[in-house]
């Protein structure tokens, strides 16, 4: 997403929207083995699930063993989520309350499922003030992840993004929202049989479009065939072409791919430096105040920086290095 500054409200932190979000590895909060392998996954984001990963009898005890490794685990590089249940359920208050009052200074966001509206969001964000104010942590840098996983959600997704200076990503869940709209498909993530175009275009960009209005990060959900990783490249490079800013993964062999897929290529990435560098030159005094110049055989201007600065930002995020450098022309 193109780089701006952090949210912020009177009397709140900033909650961070630009963190590298290319690979959020899920884990189900229920399983202590899984847990303290993911620390050691190079997954940007790791979500802590007491969600569909987690059953319901073992709910209760997975908030306090979440709790736990939050505080005591080494998560040095990634961002930290844990996913509650929906609203519907008898367990989303429980689920917060416990694992913010518990590890609070530890986490860095709350992913809400199944959100059909804007109250939802809302509802979370006075929950989080109101933990945060009596446990005397900073308000406001708790950030929400909304998920879409049905059509009343799709219908509401700008208010949905809109709703809270907390919300730092939309994500897109296909399982239950292919479920909702009785979708002709057993494969998540893969096109209905039938179907000659792509199914999934209308709803990546209407998640797409809501969470650039808002400066959102827009994240694509899980493939579930684990173990086809062409597969998951395909699925996950449609999402990346369109400029999701990155994909659930549910098995470490999906990590490395999907970090390589929302990543711009060496090639693009020293292009992207190259324009920003060759812009701010030809801008200049020096390189004559013009507002369009020529890089090589192609021409260059305010439109080609704006796109490039989305290039570079995704590179720096994913820890890339140029391998080439401008230079000024001679007079």
């Given at each position: 997403?193109?780089?701006?500054?952090?949210?912020?409200?009177?009397?709140?932190?900033?909650?961070?929207?630009?963190?590298?979000?290319r690979?959020?590895?899920?884990?189900?909060?229920?399983n202590?083995?899984?847990?303290?392998k993911a620390?050691?996954?190079a997954?940007d984001?790791?979500?802590?699930?007491?969600?569909?990963?987690?059953a319901?009898?073992?709910k209760?005890?997975?908030?306090h063993?979440?709790?736990?490794?939050?505080?005591?685990g080494?998560w040095?590089?990634?961002?930290?989520?844990?996913r509650?249940?929906?609203w519907?359920t008898?367990?989303?208050y429980?689920?917060?309350?416990?694992?913010?009052?518990?590890?609070?200074?530890?986490l860095?966001?709350?992913?809400?499922?199944?959100?059909q509206?804007?109250?939802?969001?809302?509802a979370?964000?006075?929950?989080?003030t109101?933990?945060?104010?009596?446990?005397?942590?900073?308000?406001?840098?708790i950030?929400?992840?909304?998920?879409?996983?049905n059509?009343?959600?799709?219908?509401?997704?700008?208010?949905?993004?809109e709703?809270?200076?907390?919300?730092e990503?939309?994500?897109?869940?296909p399982?239950?929202?292919?479920?909702s709209?009785?979708?002709k498909?057993?494969?998540?993530?893969?096109?209905?049989?039938?179907?000659?175009a792509?199914?999934?275009?209308?709803?990546?960009?209407?998640?797409?479009?809501?969470?650039r209005?808002?400066?959102?990060q827009?994240?694509?959900?899980?493939?579930?065939?684990?173990?086809?990783v062409?597969?998951?490249?395909?699925?996950?490079?449609?999402?990346?072409a369109l400029?999701?800013?990155?994909?659930?993964?549910?098995?470490?062999?999906?990590v490395?791919a999907?970090?390589?897929?929302?990543?711009?290529?060496?090639e693009?990435?020293?292009?992207?430096?190259l324009?920003?560098?060759?812009?701010?030159?030809?801008?200049?005094e020096?390189?004559?105040?013009?507002?369009?110049a020529?890089?090589g055989?192609?021409m260059?201007?305010e439109?080609?920086?704006?796109?490039a600065?989305?290039?570079s930002?995704?590179g720096?995020?994913?820890?890339?290095?140029?391998?080439s450098?401008?230079?000024?022309?001679?007079?």
């Amino acid at each position: 997403m193109t780089p701006s500054a952090p949210v912020n409200t009177p009397g709140t932190a900033p909650v961070d929207r630009l963190r590298p979000r290319r690979s959020c590895l899920a884990v189900p909060g229920s399983n202590p083995r899984f847990l303290e392998k993911a620390q050691g996954l190079a997954a940007d984001q790791v979500f802590l699930d007491l969600e569909d990963a987690c059953a319901p009898l073992a709910k209760p005890e997975a908030r306090h063993t979440i709790v736990k490794f939050l505080n005591e685990g080494d998560w040095t590089g990634k961002t930290r989520v844990v996913r509650v249940n929906d609203w519907t359920t008898e367990w989303t208050y429980r689920d917060v309350v416990t694992v913010v009052e518990g590890a609070g200074p530890n986490l860095d966001c709350i992913m809400l499922p199944k959100v059909q509206d804007a109250a939802q969001v809302k509802a979370l964000d006075l929950l989080l003030t109101q933990i945060e104010k009596t446990m005397g942590f900073e308000v406001g840098r708790i950030g929400i992840e909304a998920q879409i996983e049905n059509a009343r959600g799709l219908n509401n997704v700008n208010e949905i993004a809109e709703a809270s200076p907390r919300t730092e990503t939309i994500i897109f869940g296909p399982a239950d929202f292919m479920a909702s709209i009785n979708m002709k498909s057993l494969v998540v993530g893969e096109q209905p049989p039938g179907y000659p175009a792509d199914a999934y275009h209308y709803i990546l960009m209407k998640i797409l479009m809501a969470a650039r209005a808002n400066d959102l990060q827009a994240i694509d959900g899980p493939y579930l065939q684990i173990k086809n990783v062409d597969g998951f490249r395909a699925v996950a490079g449609r999402a990346a072409a369109l400029g999701f800013d990155g994909k659930w993964v549910l098995h470490p062999g999906q990590v490395e791919a999907a970090n390589e897929v929302f990543s711009p290529s060496q090639e693009d990435f020293d292009h992207a430096e190259l324009i920003l560098d060759a812009y701010d030159y030809h801008t200049s005094e020096r390189g004559g105040r013009k507002g369009s110049a020529m890089l090589g055989d192609e021409m260059i201007d305010e439109a080609s920086r704006k796109m490039a600065l989305v290039v570079s930002g995704k590179g720096r995020a994913a820890g890339m290095t140029r391998t080439s450098s401008f230079e000024a022309p001679e007079a």
